[in-house]
């Protein structure tokens, strides 16, 4: 297992075609791409974060399903962001009003799209400021309006929002996502 990304500098740029048939053809492996169209890969992630993961994509689902207003992607997800740069959130919500804006197309592929809310999971093997350098790149992007960081490791929970310093929570019992998710509150005794 890979104890960090490995980062990948390719002689030409890939297209937006070619990238996301890479990414099909390596579908065990996490593949991003930032900005200036370095590859990263991931292998996956062990089952203690992987479980931790599930948990929290688990309650953002319940919560969206009976909000009703947007819909919920887990970390397979991939999104095109204004910068070129393909990230996949651990847990990501959107509007329906956004995503309905979307052609089938687009919606189909690396959504170009950021998420209205995206969550970003610290493994073991995750160093954390690559993981703060990505909320930061999230948070300048247009439709963003609210980022969580965990860091189980420290047992912090990092809060990003747009144009605001970064908030950080120590140990957690909960972390309310009001306004933005109304009435998400996000439990964190299974995820410490």
């Known amino acids: 297992m890979l104890s960090s990304p490995l980062i990948l500098q390719m002689p030409s740029s890939m297209t937006d075609e070619q990238f996301f048939e890479f990414c099909q053809v390596n579908r065990d492996l996490r593949i991003e791409r930032n900005r200036f169209g370095e590859i990263s890969i991931m292998s996956p992630t062990g089952s203690e974060t992987g479980n931790r993961e599930g948990n929290i994509f688990g309650q953002l689902w319940v919560w969206s399903e009976k909000d009703g207003t947007g819909i919920t992607f887990t970390s397979s997800t991939g999104f095109k962001l204004s910068t070129g740069a393909e990230r996949s959130p651990d847990a990501a919500w959107i509007k329906l009003a ?68 970064e908030e950080c929570l120590e140990n957690p019992d909960t972390v309310s996502c009001d306004p933005i998710l109304p009435g998400f509150v996000l439990n964190m005794s299974k995820i410490w």
């Open 98 to 165: 956004r995503w309905n804006t979307l052609t089938p197309e687009q919606q189909k592929k690396f959504a170009p799209i950021c998420p209205d809310f995206v969550i970003e999971l610290r493994s073991a093997s995750d160093n954390l400021q690559p993981l703060k350098d990505k909320m930061t790149e999230y948070m300048q992007e247009p439709g963003i309006q609210l980022g969580l960081l965990i860091d189980r490791k420290n047992r912090q929970v990092y809060i990003y929002r747009p144009g605001q310093t």
